[in-house]
């Protein structure tokens, strides 16, 4: 992703989350100029899915969360692609996925959680102009509380990573690098409601496009 292109700051910015408590997002909050796509990428519990379908809700965009983009188009669940056809067969699947989602305009997109390990990916995703990456971000204990309510729900989708917490705290470490490297912007999503999430990344991009807008009258 061109910093430049997006008018990003040089630096990724961390939300101050004490500052939005009780807070939610207005319907109708202006898109924020010159970006197409916003794409959230954490790990699982992190609150990709359910703060991004809110965030698209709020711009009257469209949602999109790889995972279940796959299974649509390949008519099988992640797990029964694991097992059935192997992980690389599914990072495969995975790549070829995020590509199409990135040609569209107005979207808001949710990456698996391992995604951003794939240097093709990485790339794609820091190379695709008018596209901003957030990072949602919390302590793997916070993380791994998360879904293990999720897990007690009816509802809930497998994790086959939960069955050695171990590996999957060394996982978060790893990945949390590659999180941290193709997002502009990390939300700490600790003490936020998921609205609160999707509020503070609003709050995040239109503070660029404030920025950008000074620069440009500056020069």
């Not at 711009?59 to 390949?74: N, Q, S, T, V, Y």
């Not at 070829?96 to 040609?103: D, F, H, R, V």
């Not at 808001?108 to 990072?135: D, F, I, K, S």
Request: proline fraction near 5%.
């Amino acid at each position: 992703m061109s910093t430049a292109t997006l008018d990003m700051p040089t630096k990724p910015t961390t939300r101050n989350t004490a500052a939005l408590a009780g807070r939610e997002v207005p319907a109708g909050r202006e898109v924020p100029a010159g970006i197409d796509r916003i794409v959230l990428t954490g790990f699982m519990g992190s609150g990709k899915t359910t703060a991004g379908a809110l965030l698209a809700e709020r711009l009257g965009w469209r949602f999109l969360d790889l995972d279940r983009e796959i299974e649509h188009r390949h008519n099988r669940t992640v797990p029964q692609i694991f097992s059935e056809s192997g992980e690389a067969h599914f990072r495969h699947l995975e790549s070829t996925m995020l590509a199409c989602l990135l040609g569209q305009h107005h979207v808001v997109v949710a990456l698996g959680g391992g995604a951003p390990e794939a240097l093709g990916n990485r790339l794609l995703l820091e190379q695709t102009p008018h596209t901003a990456v957030v990072y949602l971000a919390a302590p793997f204990a916070t993380l791994l509380d998360r879904c293990l309510q999720q897990a007690a729900t009816p509802e809930a989708t497998t994790r086959p990573v939960l069955a050695d917490l171990t590996a999957a705290e060394r996982r978060f470490h790893l990945r949390r690098t590659h999180y941290e490297r193709i997002a502009a912007h990390t939300v700490d999503t600790s003490a936020l409601t998921l609205d609160q999430t999707a509020a503070a990344i609003l709050d995040l991009l239109r503070d660029d496009r404030v920025r950008s807008e000074e620069l440009r009258r500056i020069r």
